[in-house]
């Protein structure tokens, strides 16, 4: 049986955590993030990797851990042809760093407009995306100094109609992430908050998924939400 773990790359330094620790994990391979962004495009990638391992892995019994929640429906109709495909039963990466599964009950939108910082998205975008002096001085190279002005002024208004930025924070990695998520909320001028995360889903991943905060698909199935928005297994359309 071989088993492959694919995962957004916004999930990288939890799961080199659960390496530093001496966790075994399975052959990882991450895609690009912010890839949800671009639904047809994060679909087509993920099924192209799928499509790859298993033209390499012919039999019946390989699993494919899958780092991505529904995102946006970007998943859907993704499917295998002989593989099993583990999901955490979540829409979004925000549910996997909190450590919980999707509830009508209980969901992270009731925060409301916060901008959520884990380690992955502060390296992956973040700290980039919010250097407005970096920013301003890319659209002066293109557009000149002062539409690069109101272009940036722009943007960080946009991000001011946030709340806050929230860092969602796991004990084992605290202290490394902070500083630079107070960066971020300094550079749009807002509050900066904490709140912690736990470490618990992501185990459960590598482990194989095996309770019922997973969702075990099998070939010729895709996922999907019901009316509640629980993540389910669906036929894939032909």
């Not at 939890?14 to 993030?33: D, N, S, V």
């Not at 390989?62 to 295998?80: E, F, H």
């Not at 618990?200 to 509640?228: K, S, W, Y």
């Amino acid at each position: 049986m071989a088993v492959m773990l694919l995962a957004c790359e916004v999930f990288r330094p939890e799961l080199e955590m659960l390496a530093r620790e001496g966790r075994e994990l399975p052959q990882i391979i991450y895609l690009e993030a912010r890839l949800h962004d671009i639904p047809d495009k994060l679909r087509k990638m993920v099924q192209d990797t799928i499509d790859a391992f298993e033209a390499e892995h012919e039999g019946e019994d390989n699993v494919i851990l899958m780092g991505y929640g529904l995102c946006g429906r970007g998943l859907c109709g993704v499917t295998s042809r002989r593989a099993t495909l583990v999901y955490p039963r979540v829409h979004d990466c925000i549910s996997v760093i909190f450590g919980m599964a999707h509830s009508k009950d209980h969901s992270v939108s009731r925060e409301g407009p916060v901008f959520w910082a884990t380690p992955g998205m502060l390296e992956s975008f973040m700290i980039e995306d919010l250097d407005f002096e970096k920013l301003y001085a890319k659209y002066e190279a293109k557009v000149g100094p002062k539409k690069a002005a109101r272009m940036v002024k722009v943007e960080k208004a946009i991000m001011q109609n946030y709340d806050s930025v929230t860092n969602i924070v796991w004990p084992e990695m605290k202290g490394m992430y902070e500083a630079a998520a107070r960066k971020c909320a300094a550079a749009i001028e807002i509050p900066y908050l904490e709140i912690p995360g736990s470490s618990g889903f992501f185990r459960a991943l590598v482990d194989g998924g095996n309770d019922e905060r997973f969702l075990h698909i099998g070939p010729g199935q895709t996922i999907d939400m019901d009316l509640d928005g629980s993540v389910i297994a669906v036929p894939c359309k032909s």
